[in-house]
């Protein structure tokens, strides 16, 4: 462990998405909509979808391994497991648990951590606090949603939105200027009706009525949801810049939460961040709630878009209503300390 810890980076990334994708011409074919109303008003033309065997964890532990991998860490070497998810496999043990198990991680802490679409950017900034605490070294942060299991497939108006997926980071100790140079979180609980799923909790449990009512697929009010990620977007990018003290024009490459299109340009418009800086990846997997940011962030870096050095903004919003946003300063091989 290190007790005294000046950076904390990204050692490395993996991504899992399903075989099967979902087109706009076929859930024509289910609901009231068309490809062109789909494309124009979110950007998404396809998503991935599991199959009925396949849950979060299953999703997480590939994310996970294809993270370890290029990491070079073992899953005994790590400390910490922290997965962010709205559909964990059940709501006891914790998912993290199960892909602790999976993986062989014996010596790891486990936990989910609930923030809804920013819940993989909460969780980076979890294992940031950790590590600089001395309590952990390495840390796997894991954002896997099977969204598709809560989507009610009659209610056209969310299920064109989202779409199954996991990516994880691993996460350690760097030497400066490299590795996390500001995090920002927040949330407004008075918003929480605004996106949730009613029933299957303490609160209203499973029942004839809950089944009857449709209570245990997600609910959302999309004009509350779009004119509060379109605020907490630019307030948290602006925030999070402050704090680590440099200016929206220094950002290389923007990372935002895979939600809406207009949302996306919107917020980058705002920030003065034109669009070749921005990564997009809307349209081939829909939402993808907490795996969104660290899919987007994954194929960024596979494709070349995140470099060695690179400041990477990282913006998120999700049920809670919850904010979230870090910036990175991309690091190299050699700034790891082990």
Not at 16 to 40: F, G, H, Q, Y
Not at 255 to 269: G, L
């Amino acid at each position: 462990m290190h007790s005294e810890v000046v950076g904390v980076g990204i050692w490395g990334m993996g991504k899992a998405v399903p075989d099967r994708v979902l087109t706009n011409e076929e859930l024509e074919k289910v609901v009231d909509t068309s490809d062109e109303w789909i494309r124009t008003r979110t950007g998404i033309s396809e998503r991935r979808i599991v199959d009925e065997d396949t849950a979060t964890s299953h999703l997480a532990t590939r994310a996970a391994r294809g993270a370890l991998q290029q990491a070079q860490v073992r899953p005994c070497d790590l400390d910490m497991i922290i997965v962010a998810t709205v559909t964990s496999d059940m709501l006891f043990p914790a998912t993290a648990c199960l892909l602790q198990d999976r993986l062989g991680a014996d010596d790891a802490a486990a936990f989910d951590l609930g923030a809804g679409c920013s819940g993989f950017v909460y969780g980076l900034a979890a294992a940031e606090g950790f590590i600089k605490s001395g309590s952990a070294s390495r840390v796997l942060v894991v954002g896997s949603e099977v969204l598709s299991k809560i989507t009610d497939w009659e209610d056209r108006s969310t299920c064109v939105l989202f779409g199954d997926g996991a990516a994880a980071a691993v996460v350690g100790p760097c030497r400066p200027p490299a590795g996390i140079l500001a995090t920002y979180l927040g949330a407004d609980g008075s918003g929480g009706g605004v996106l949730n799923m009613p029933a299957g909790g303490s609160l209203r449990p499973a029942s004839e009525e809950t089944l009857q009512k449709r209570l245990h697929y997600i609910h959302m009010k999309g004009r509350e949801v779009f004119k509060f990620a379109v605020r907490a977007m630019g307030d948290s990018a602006v925030e999070v810049a402050r704090r680590a003290g440099i200016q929206l024009q220094d950002v290389d490459c923007y990372i935002p939460h895979q939600a809406n299109i207009r949302i996306i340009e919107s917020s980058a418009n705002r920030l003065g961040i034109p669009m070749e800086k921005v990564y997009v990846n809307i349209d081939r997997y829909g939402n993808t709630s907490s795996a969104s940011v660290p899919i987007a962030l994954t194929e960024a870096q596979r494709e070349g878009m995140v470099r060695p050095g690179d400041n990477v903004l990282m913006v998120a919003f999700g049920a809670g209503l919850t904010w979230a946003a870090a910036i990175v300063r991309w690091m190299k091989e050699s700034d790891r300390i082990e």
